[in-house]
């Protein structure tokens, strides 16, 4: 029997599998595989090639993509393998598809047992270079390393790989005395942390290396289907069931790094604002002052597992900056574990005064959505007073509405989807009746069950708010306000998760696998894409980084036939001269200018391919890097009338006592428009269109 998954973009805490994992303890070598394991294979071929919505068949040409993907899942940097190991792995490259149909896993399992050789040679030899005196690097040296992993070859001799290692291992040492460590200091961490790689590498288990085997296959479907082996599968369903908290993050793994995908809202960590999206977790500590415990390279559900603990404990946490604009320093935070409670993550709503360029005074609406919840245990006992999204926004509109408002934002920003019910019944509140998503299935059959059936609630200017973390239902929302051009969607491209899933049963353990996908009125998929907003505003996430575009084997956009709906108002007239408005804003108002400045210095920042492994040069660079910072964020406080920091250490003590602060609007989870200037920009906006024609039908027609 299989169970449909909510369509969101769920934590991935127990679902991706790295090649480092514990498990009961076994000599790699040893590892085989038996009849329950072949007949499991069989089963998961089976299903992936006939119920995955790609109807993608394991032929010759997949069974090649299997191997460059397992080649990749095990040594994505080129730090292992030989390029005579990768010319014997060809010998095999068309007949995986023949040999797993069968059962059959002898070829992948002697790739993944040379690679324990190999990273057991290399980690090893790591180690005694760290801890010899006579090892010493030479920092004057002028060379660099490459960020580009993909255009590095394998290495095709000894010494090659050799200097491939004395790179790394200068550049890992190197980071760290930037950071403030000794030298000595930080050849001790980078030594402990191999050997906890390799301590790692040698407790493989049978299912963890079935698992990371398999899922290098599942995971050329697309990236949200995997396979979980009992032994995962118990390990799940226990830690559900147990009375430890988290921090509220999605994670997911990153070349031997834990990322963070998104925060979900109201939880611990977006409570701190000092976690962000792509922020890469280096490790890991218990309490105040426990020890940080290096989980590079660590399998996810074991970072996971030390992250959890007992609500109201505190965990630390030492980051890679994502968005570490002028300091390449890492950062420690810490935060108290606990629960999300529904009614943090419920609707929210403001008023504010915003003074359009005709010096007329309005008053803007502001709910923020973070989730599409629902009470299901109360909808089941029938709770008339259950608590739901809808019913929530519902009653928010009604007191709007006594407030007189004079148009209405609705903030989706970093709203990872939820109940497709809601997001259905949620667009019954803005439009009269018509359907509002269509899935297609497996079968190719369309469904068209969610729909609007309502007279609208609300029919007056609409503006809502995305970025790139708003998923899923959101998508489904502000897809179908575009496409009935019932309001103007304004921020970043979203996420793109427009994809369902299922759980089924495999002889032993189980897969999900994605049967189904999401279709806007308009016929566009929300998959890859997500919705485009109408107004772009910069982007401080990169979409390379975050996103279903981020996965290589994400399924792709695409199109079916529009159904019948109508258009609201002519929005697409009124864009030409909303959007000149916004770009000169972008010039004049100062927090819009540095947001722009600083959306274009991580682009610049992403085209840099190498780094130096010159001490001087990177301190150069960093002070340049900071001093642009400063100048960069001067540059906003005189255009707002405020005295410029003197010092990059001012500044940061400014910052830190901000977020100490309790009045924070980021610690209360208040809206506050004053502290958000993209969620000022979209009132502004909101008072462009009113004051156009066709924003005066608006608001008359709300009427």
Known sequence: MRKLLLPMVLPLALSVASPFSFGSAQEPSSISFDADHAQTTRDIVEYLSKAHYGKKNFDDALSGQYLDNLLTTLDPNKYYFFASDIASFELYRTQFDD???????????EIIQLYFKRTSERLEQAIELLESDDFQFDYERQESIGFEEDSRSWAETEAIMDDYWRKRLKFNVLNLVLSGDTQQEAREAITKRYRNQLQRLEQQS???????????????????????????????????????????????????????????????????????????????????????????????????????????????????????????????????????????????KAVFDLVDDQGELHKVGVIHIPAFYVDFEAYRRKDPNFKSTTRDVFRLLQELDQENIDGLIVDLRDNGGGSLQEAATLTDLFIDQGPVVQIRQSNNRILRNYTSRLPAVYRGPLVVLTNRLSASASEIFAGAIQDYQRGLIVGTQSFGKGTVQALVGVHEGQLKITESKFYRVSGESTQHRGVIPDILYPALINADDVGESSYETALP????????????????????????????????????????????LLQENRQEKQISLNLKQRQQERAEAESEALASENQRRQGKGQQPFTSLEQWREDSKASEEGSDSPYLDNAISIDEDPLLSESGYILLDWLNLSDGKRVAQHSK
Do not use: C
């Not at 040999?99 to 399992?109: T, V």
């Not at 296959?217 to 009375?243: C, G, K, V, W």
């Not at 864009?575 to 004049?588: A, G, Y």
């Open 99 to 109: 040999l797993m149909s069968g059962g059959n896993l002898d070829k992948p399992l």
């Open 206 to 348: 049978t299912e963890d290396v079935y698992e990371i085997l398999i899922n290098a296959l599942a995971e050329l479907y697309d990236p949200h289907t995997s396979y979980m082996a009992p032994r995962t599968q118990e390990a799940f369903n226990i830690n559900m069931s147990l009375s430890l908290e988290g921090i509220g993050a999605v994670l997911q793994m990153d070349e031997g790094y834990t990322k963070v995908v998104r925060l979900i809202k109201a939880g611990p960590a977006d409570k701190t604002g000092e976690l962000m999206p792509a922020d890469r977790i280096v490790a890991v500590g218990q309490g105040s002052s426990g020890e940080m415990v290096d989980v590079i390279g660590w399998r996810l559900d074991d970072v996971v597992d030390l992250i959890r603990g007992p609500k109201n404990t505190v965990v630390r946490l030492k980051l890679k900056p994502a968005n570490n604009i002028g300091s390449e320093d890492f950062k420690t935070i810490a935060i108290t574990r606990g629960k999300v409670k529904l009614e943090e993550q419920s609707a929210q």
């Open 557 to 600: 956009w695409d199109q079916i036939h529009p159904v019948n709906h109508r258009a609201y108002f002519n929005i697409d007239a009124v864009l030409p001269v909303l959007r000149s408005k916004h770009e000169q804003r972008k010039i004049d108002d100062p927090d819009l200018a540095f947001l722009v400045r600083q959306s274009q």
